[in-house]
């Protein structure tokens, strides 16, 4: 196989690995270098000689089984991605697998494409991914600025401002920084339009009913606040000034586990 082709070198022990030939050679022909072995000695003395992008280990085993050898496999090679592969489907096994920091795990009969699948999650999630990232931002792009050119809703500005701030976080956390300028550019669209907006319409919101304009600071507690307590419910009412949508979806999803949150 040439070497500029390979999209990773695979480690795969099974007892049985004679009768998984078609799978092994499904996995060469999609460009995986792919090395076998039939017990747990093997595994740990071929991962010490050779690197493997991830292993495919047999729960089930003679001498060291697919548990001992991911245990002694990890001790040098924490960060080697490992799929568990087994008969076994009780939940106690499947527990002491995850506990053993395994990337997946499978339970047999297995096909081609899971084993496919489950290796391009381990190995490729973080280019596919960002190729994905930004086909979906090019498209939310395009869709923002025909939006952009109509008029909008307080609360379509509202949702305006949430796409480019999750877009924000996104990018920044994938590390992505060749849709930074776009990004940029579009944000800067957006404010200029959106003071426009505001300049037009905050007179007139300020002498309109409560309900028939967007929700203002002074509104708050009368349509937030007063409801619940009018309904005898208990409240911890906190003004956090200043902060910015994206510190609170930080701050939200520190939340998450313990609270119920409606936006």
């Not at 280019?127 to 395009?142: A, P």
Request: charged letters at 25%.
């Amino acid at each position: 196989m040439n070497t500029q082709t390979i999209r990773g070198r695979v480690l795969w022990a099974d007892d049985e690995i004679d009768l998984l030939k078609p799978h092994v050679l499904f996995l060469q022909q999609r460009g995986f270098d792919v090395t076998t072995a039939t017990n747990g000695d093997d595994v740990l003395s071929l991962a010490r000689q050779e690197a493997f992008d991830i292993v495919l280990l047999d729960e089930m085993m003679p001498g060291k089984d697919g548990l001992e050898t991911l245990s002694l496999l990890k001790g040098f090679l924490p960060a080697l991605p490992v799929i568990m592969i087994t008969k076994n489907e009780e939940e106690s096994l499947m527990e002491e697998a995850i506990g053993s920091q395994i990337a997946d795990y499978l339970t047999k009969p297995v096909n081609p494409s899971q084993i496919l699948s489950a290796i391009m999650k381990n190995l490729e999630k973080h280019r596919i991914s960002q190729n994905r990232m930004g086909e979906r931002y090019i498209q939310s792009l395009n869709e923002m600025s025909a939006r952009l050119g109509g008029e909008l809703t307080p609360a379509q500005w509202i949702d305006v401002h949430h796409q480019l701030t999750q877009w924000e976080l996104e990018l920044n956390d994938a590390g992505e920084t060749s849709l930074d300028e776009m990004l940029v550019q579009q944000k800067q669209e957006a404010n200029a339009l959106f003071s426009r907006f505001v300049t037009q319409h905050y007179e007139r919101w300020t002498k309109s009913p409560s309900d028939e304009r967007p929700t203002l600071s002074p509104d708050v507690l009368g349509r937030f606040v007063k409801p619940q307590l009018l309904n005898g419910q208990k409240i911890l009412f906190l003004v956090l000034d200043g902060m910015r949508w994206d510190q609170w979806l930080t701050l939200e999803s520190l939340l998450f586990p313990d609270f119920k949150i409606n936006r």
